[in-house]
């Protein structure tokens, strides 16, 4: 049925919620559709892409309603491009919750807080996180309805195959961000006759995913922050507020500012919330801005230049990545909203059993400190799955190699400050005749930076079924911080250099690049 705009349906599928018992209890995949310019009919017509924006946890229906229109130019007028919520997600049910409200839900995460303290907070923060950790677990065991097991990645990758045959087609077309990538190497691994065209975009490592070990997401984030360091030099003190002739200069203003919130936070009050900027609130802050470096770099240099002047304001509301939370009247209005427990689902149904053993989570983050300064946010991640209800893991966990019937495309940046290049390199040799597209840019998914050579050959390789050349690195077409008079008249000039159809496509890759809608990425 029509919904939300013009040109977009909605419906949803019903699937077996056990496929190894199909007839029994089922679920009901949530999805909206952009449709295709091309009429359906029509020989030119190239049936559906699906869209996952990882998480896990992330609703692909939320993605296409706020970006499927620039999605849909990128791939093309032959396309529909129809984001779905994966089982246990948002629209999608059964959904799953640990809480049995909404009010229950953020007093938990208001006394907790764990997704936004740092390890190295204070003496007590990693086993403070280990306990609620443990507590989040037994919750989810004790609310289970009987459905909770059934929320696995194998499972929507059949779920996929579903919405594709479904569509009247029996091979899958895909986009699969982050952990989409994961759901992707996972359909391509157990379907391989079933790949039309498959795009894998920030590349998870799959086999350390599903050894539930967290542990090699991190190995360019140095590389991402460097980014910002190094820009916010060469573009001056009138395009980076908190200029500083050095990289180095940089780094020890924000060890200042480190050392000085942590013996003093700063009380704030905005015209909508207020609340206290610390040391883990900074850190926390500067982590998510790797992510997306066009829309949060320059914004973040000018909270850091004002906290250092003592003003907070800026780098609060910076953390605030929803508006506060209100007690509503109508609870079944928000019972379709996407929340963080699905997506501790996910990955703990996925993974290995992790020991409940405190010294076990203390060496873990040991190690993961060893390998990357950005440790102390990203350790919670793996304790979500502490005291996990015992369910068999008897789901397709690997491995991810498979001859499929149309080369995968994985699609990787330089500078990806939680799915580094290695992950797709990695994951490519699984896969015959695929190919590593590298981005040269900071952030998180090629959507991150504005790079027209990418985007080109995503969308050639969905026409046409061109791969890139081995090898293919692709630049992008501007930084994240504004540069110098030339360097600007420089970029103007390129822009008006270029042919209709890629300054199209210019001004859609600069306005992903400049959006922080997308939360869609793994740990966030």
């Known amino acids: 049925m029509d919904c939300y705009a013009e040109n977009q349906q909605c419906a949803r599928l019903k699937v077996p919620l056990d496929y190894t018992h199909p007839d029994d209890a089922s679920a009901a995949i949530a999805m909206v559709r952009i449709h295709s310019v091309v009429p359906h009919n029509s020989t030119d017509y190239r049936g559906p892409i699906l869209i996952n924006p990882g998480g896990p946890g992330g609703s692909g229906v939320d993605v296409v309603l706020t970006l499927g229109a620039q999605l849909s130019t990128i791939v093309g007028p032959e396309f529909d491009v129809i984001g779905f919520d994966p089982r246990g997600i948002a629209r999608t049910t059964p959904r799953v919750s640990f809480f049995e409200t909404r009010v229950e839900r953020e007093i938990w995460a208001s006394n907790a807080a764990r997704e936004k303290l740092s390890m190295n907070a204070s003496a007590d923060a990693l086993s403070r996180a280990w306990a609620q950790a443990i507590v989040e677990g037994q919750l989810a065991g004790a609310r289970d309805d009987g459905s909770l097991r059934f929320i696995t990645t194998d499972h929507t990758a059949r779920d996929m195959l579903r919405i594709v045959q479904a569509h009247g087609f029996e091979k899958l077309q895909y986009w699969g961000f982050s952990y989409g990538s994961v759901l992707g190497a996972t359909f391509a691994s157990m379907f391989p006759d079933k790949v039309g065209r498959l795009v894998l975009d920030g590349v998870v490592d799959s086999e350390n995913y599903f050894a539930t070990e967290w542990s090699n997401n991190l190995l360019d984030t140095d590389k991402t922050w460097s980014t910002f360091l190094d820009g916010c030099v060469a573009a001056g003190p009138d395009g980076?507020?908190?200029?500083?002739?050095?990289?180095?200069?940089i780094s020890e203003k924000i060890n200042a500012l480190y050392a000085s919130l942590r013996e003093r936070p700063i009380p704030v009050r905005t015209s909508t919330s207020f609340g206290l900027v610390d040391y883990s609130m900074m850190r926390h802050v500067i982590f998510q801005a790797l992510y997306f470096p066009y829309t949060t770099f320059p914004a973040l240099a000018q909270a850091l230049a004002d906290l250092s002047r003592g003003n907070a304001t800026a780098l609060f509301k910076m953390a605030e990545l929803r508006p506060p939370f209100e007690c509503s009247c109508d609870e079944p209005s928000y019972r379709f909203e996407a929340v963080g427990d699905a997506g501790t689902a996910v990955r703990c149904n996925d993974g290995e059993r992790i020991s409940t053993a405190y010294e076990d989570s203390v060496d873990h983050y040991r190690k993961l400190s060893e390998s990357s300064a950005w440790a102390d946010v990203w350790a919670p991640i793996r304790m979500t799955c502490l005291d996990w209800p015992d369910f068999p893991k008897d789901h397709f966990r690997g491995p991810f190699i498979a001859n499929t019937s149309f080369p995968l495309l994985f699609v990787g940046n330089t500078a990806d400050p939680v799915t580094p290049l290695s992950g797709a390199q990695k994951m490519s040799t699984g896969f015959e005749g695929s190919v590593v597209l590298t981005q040269d840019s900071p952030g998180h998914c090629s959507i991150s930076g504005p790079s027209i050579c990418t985007q080109k050959h995503i969308?050639?390789?969905?026409?046409?079924?061109?791969?890139?050349?081995?090898?293919?690195?692709?630049?992008?077409?501007?930084s994240p911080f504004p540069t110098d008079d030339l360097r600007s008249s420089a970029d103007v000039q390129r822009v008006f250099s270029l042919s209709e159809e890629d300054r199209i496509l210019s001004n859609v890759v600069r306005e992903l690049a400049m959006t922080s809608a997308i939360r869609f990425l793994i740990g966030l």
């Open 459 to 478: 969308r050639q390789y969905f026409l046409n079924g061109l791969l890139p050349e081995p090898g293919t690195v692709c630049p992008v077409i501007a």
């Open 240 to 249: 980076c507020p908190f200029f500083s002739p050095t990289a180095e200069k």
